[in-house]
Nanobody
Framework: QVQLVESGGGLVQAGGSLRLSCAAS????????MSWWRQTPGKQREFVAA?????????ADSFSLKGRFTISRDNAKNTVYLQMNSLTPEDTAVYYC?????????WGQGIQVTVSS
């Protein structure tokens, strides 16, 4: 069982920045993929970005995210980060962390990010 604890969300004004963190515990797999997703009411959860344990990153093919969001990880801390800059009200959502390894996956509980105009 892998536990994921997200932190760093909250309320920010448009144009501001936030850094989300997701700490994983309980995993014995050194090779895994950690990712961030987000969801707004009435919509499907959408992929934001992912990073492998080797540091390879992948981002959603969305013009609105490019250049603003950066995913990174600290393997020593089993933690993945999402740096979000130039936030807009359209980035308001619940952000979820996901851990995947060997066909098994776990989700974090989600953390609210609200961007005011």
């Amino acid at each position: 069982q892998v536990q994921l604890v997200e932190s760093g969300g909250g309320l920010v004004q448009a144009g501001g920045s936030l850094r989300l963190s997701c700490a994983a515990s309980g995993s014995s797999f050194r090779s895994n993929v950690m990712s961030w997703w987000r969801q707004t009411p009435g919509k499907q959860r959408e992929f934001v970005a992912a990073v492998t344990s080797g540091g390879t990153t992948n981002y959603a093919d969305s013009f609105s995210l490019k250049g603003r969001f950066t995913i990174s990880r600290d393997n020593a801390k089993n933690t993945v980060y999402l740096q979000m800059n130039s936030l807009t009200p359209e980035d308001t959502a619940v952000y979820y962390c996901k851990w995947v390894a060997s066909g098994t996956y776990y989700w974090g509980q989600g953390i609210q990010v609200t961007v005011s105009s």
